[in-house]
């Protein structure tokens, strides 16, 4: 006979939100979407804001005020889906509350030392999405804590898995995933911005200029994700000698494109570091930032 399916392989978890702002939000629909629960009702949230919370409720998600009533009824995953400035006292609301759920934070800059010390005894995960996951696209990076196991992991891909990509990485390379794809975005909407500008320069209306700039970055981006092929030779594939897009190459070669680029991960590293605490010293010595 078939091995029993874990809660994970069979769709049955039961997740609770710490927060229910647009982030939790989104996350929340991917569950739902796919079909990493049974039903929206076996999704918790709670929130302050009571729009919030009837936004959740219409969706068919159990809503409450409570932070323990939501850590007793996610028995499966607790998502700490709150500002950094107030984990201490939603960490310590779940310590309270007791219980035998994975904790995935996705505060930023909150380290896992901290989430561990705050929530003694408790598996963790800490997450670092990105704003795509609101269209279920996000480039979500993951570091498991000291006690989290295989069957965490696991749980922690299928629901941001739901919204995206998730990869697993050490803690300390979540400074880098941060200046990668959390501020990632930011950059790719400067560029859209600069390429829909560049088409008006040209002579394009503006709305036609922005949606070939943006859906030109999407299909680019597909490819790479799609045929696996080094971006640098898919850039081989499309640049004729002597022809337009060698011609847009050398422009953009000559702004400094690629070096500007490069810098803007570096300095978003840097700041991510800065902002969990780590020393100039360090961050100069130690990781060459």
């Known amino acids: 006979c078939q091995p029993a399916k874990s809660k994970v392989e069979a769709n049955m978890l039961q997740v609770g939100f710490l927060g229910a702002g647009m982030m939790a939000s989104a996350l929340m629909g991917g569950c739902v979407d796919k079909k990493v629960v049974e039903s929206p009702s076996e999704i918790s949230c ?9 936004k959740a409720t219409e969706a068919g998600y159990y809503a409450s005020e409570s932070n323990a009533e939501v850590c007793q009824r996610g028995t499966d995953a607790i998502i700490l889906a709150v500002k950094p400035n107030i984990i201490s006292s939603v960490c310590a609301d779940v310590a309270d509350a007791g219980g035998d759920a994975l904790i995935i934070s996705i505060a930023a800059g909150v380290k896992l030392s901290v989430l561990e010390a705050g929530m003694p005894g408790r598996r963790v995960v800490r997450v670092m999405p990105n704003t795509p996951c609101l269209v279920g696209e996000a480039a979500s990076g993951f570091a498991l ?3 989290a196991n295989d069957s965490d992991r696991e749980i922690v891909k299928k629901i941001f898995g739901a919204v995206g990509l998730a990869v697993e990485v050490e803690e300390k390379l979540l400074d880098a995933v941060t200046g990668v794809s959390g501020s990632g975005p ?5 560029f859209i911005e600069a390429l829909s500008d560049g088409g008006v320069r040209a002579g394009l209306p503006r709305n036609i200029a922005t949606q ?5 970055v999407k299909g680019a981006a597909e490819m790479v994700l799609e045929t696996g092929k080094h971006p640098g030779l898919l850039k081989d594939q499309v640049t004729s000698p002597g022809g337009t897009t060698i011609a847009g190459v050398e422009a953009l070669e ?16 840097k700041r991510s570091m800065q902002l969990g605490g780590v020393s100039e010293e360090d961050i100069a010595n130690k990781h060459n930032l």
């Open 254 to 269: 000559n702004g400094g494109f690629r070096s500007a680029t490069i810098s803007a991960v570096k300095a978003a590293t």
């Open 145 to 147: 804590g000291s006690l």
């Open 212 to 216: 070939l700039a943006a859906q030109c």
């Open 186 to 190: 930011a950059y790719v909407f400067q």
């Open 46 to 54: 709670s929130d302050v804001w009571a729009p919030a919370r009837e």
